[in-house]
């Protein structure tokens, strides 16, 4: 379905070029819709890399700038600060490395690939050798023009990855529902795709989600576990479609498909993991021991309680509310799915339960919102609906910026109240998206029209 004749939105912007096609409309014999998409997806990508650009001119050393500039990224700062400069494996129990770095506090898939990007760049300079670094101080590292060459080699080798991951979710997206490729557009041309997709390794867990829509819609439901085991290695948030799979093979009484999909997540998900838990058990439960004492953090709705009620919140209350809450909404969730008039889609549901997750969760990374738009592009593919949520992402991109360059703190020293106003918008448009959601849970066309091909879509066809 072409998205001029689908889309108000779309529609209207068409008038600039002549209207929506005609009946008689042809197809351009090498334009075809994948090659569109995958061809705009470059093109936010590469304006994304441009976003960036005040940070790489200054070798990421202005403080402020990063901030003022809005073109902050964790992947420079944890080259040097988390031994990459030395090529140091992320879950060794080396005294000496553990005396130098902190652990890497991220699941090990991203341990991995930053470990893997930290080698293609050494690679790509030649191998330096290593001994003058490890007798010098860690903090003079950032210092050093070969290491600042190789940080910036650093960040540019995990953008050309961080390119091809988001090509290859486009592709698979367009491939969810064969007759309506159009609706990755949103994807392609996210405007938070442009501003987020560089500012952590949270890509990674993107392309595995695409990866389990497709295989599911493809009816793989052993594939379609392995990739959330594997996403779960790398995030931990696409281990929720799990919960998606468990409404949708409840509805059509197919629990083979779930049994099957949730063994290999788990196999595929300790797998992954093997290679740390065994070098480095200790170092490998830091990513656990982190979040589990983690307090009220920025973007969360815990901060905004914590700051405007002047009194601290500890870890221990966060964890308990948060969980408490957590598990409220997946059983809603799971009610809903049930009591739908018909079976959701994995995105759907996979949507409704991860923006629960992020809701209560005790921090909201920028970045985080890409956890959400591939699931949100499909949940809902309707451009006016697209854009009103990531408008308010956006805010919230901003404000988080400005709020850590200390640009928000009012001239008479009082809380940052804008900031506040910054998260509530930003929850009000995902609670936005999810009211759309549910309601077309419940109406007759949905979001929009239902074909026969579109529902088999929710229970596949086993293979």
Not at 147 to 165: M, S, T
Not at 296 to 322: E, F, H, K
Request: charged share 15%.
């Amino acid at each position: 379905m072409r998205p001029a004749t689908a889309d108000p939105v779309v529609a209207s912007l068409s008038e600039g070029v002549g209207g929506p096609p005609g009946r008689r409309a042809g197809r351009h014999p090498w334009w075809t819709p994948v090659r569109v998409l995958l061809a705009l997806t470059a093109l936010t990508f590469a304006l994304g890399m441009v976003q960036k650009a005040g940070c790489v001119a200054d070798q990421w050393s202005d403080g402020e700038g990063r901030y003022t500039q809005m073109c902050y990224s964790d992947l420079p700062y944890l080259y040097t600060g988390r031994g990459f400069a030395e090529r140091e494996w992320p879950f060794t129990g080396d005294a000496q490395v553990r005396s130098r770095y902190t652990v890497m506090e991220y699941p090990v898939g991203i341990a991995y690939w930053a470990y893997g990007a930290a080698w293609a760049t050494h690679v790509l300079v030649g191998l330096p050798e290593l001994g003058d670094r490890y007798a010098g101080a860690v903090d003079a590292l950032w210092g050093r023009p070969d290491v600042q060459r190789e940080i910036g080699l650093y960040f540019a080798v995990n953008a050309v990855g961080f390119a091809v991951l988001a090509l290859l979710t486009t592709w698979l997206l367009a491939g969810v529902d064969r007759r309506r490729p159009w609706d990755a557009a949103a994807f392609a041309l996210s405007p938070a795709l442009l501003l987020t997709g560089l500012v952590n390794w949270d890509l990674l867990a993107v392309a595995m989600v695409a990866a389990a829509l497709f295989a599911w819609s493809r009816g793989r439901a052993g594939w379609t576990g392995v990739l959330i085991g594997l996403g779960a290695a790398t995030k931990l948030y696409p281990l929720f479609l799990l919960g998606g799979l468990l409404v949708i093979c409840w509805r059509a009484r197919r629990w083979r498909e779930f049994v099957v999909a949730a063994a290999a997540a788990a196999v595929a998900w300790l797998l992954a993991n093997a290679p740390a838990y065994l070098s480095g058990r200790d170092q490998w439960r830091v990513f656990w021991s982190f979040n589990a004492e983690r307090g009220p953090d920025l973007g969360s709705l815990w901060l905004v309680l914590q700051q405007a009620g002047d009194r601290a919140i500890s870890p221990g209350t966060v964890n308990t509310g948060s969980w408490i809450a957590f598990g409220a909404w997946c059983v809603a969730v799971l009610v809903l799915g049930l009591a739908a008039r018909r079976t959701p889609t994995l995105a759907e549901l996979g949507f409704l339960v991860v923006v629960g997750f992020l809701l209560v969760n005790k921090v909201y990374s920028p970045q985080y919102v890409l956890w959400l738009l591939p699931l949100a592009v499909l949940a809902r593919p309707r451009w006016r609906d697209q854009l009103v949520w990531q408008a308010s992402e956006i805010v919230y991109f901003a404000a988080v910026w400005w709020y850590l360059g200390g640009f928000l703190e009012p001239a008479a020293g009082d809380d940052a109240w804008f900031y506040w106003l910054a998260i509530l918008v930003r929850v009000a448009g995902q609670l936005f998206l999810v009211a759309l959601v549910v309601r077309s849970l419940f109406t007759p066309d949905g979001s929009r029209a239902r074909s026969g091909a579109h529902a088999a879509l929710a229970v596949p066809a086993a293979r």
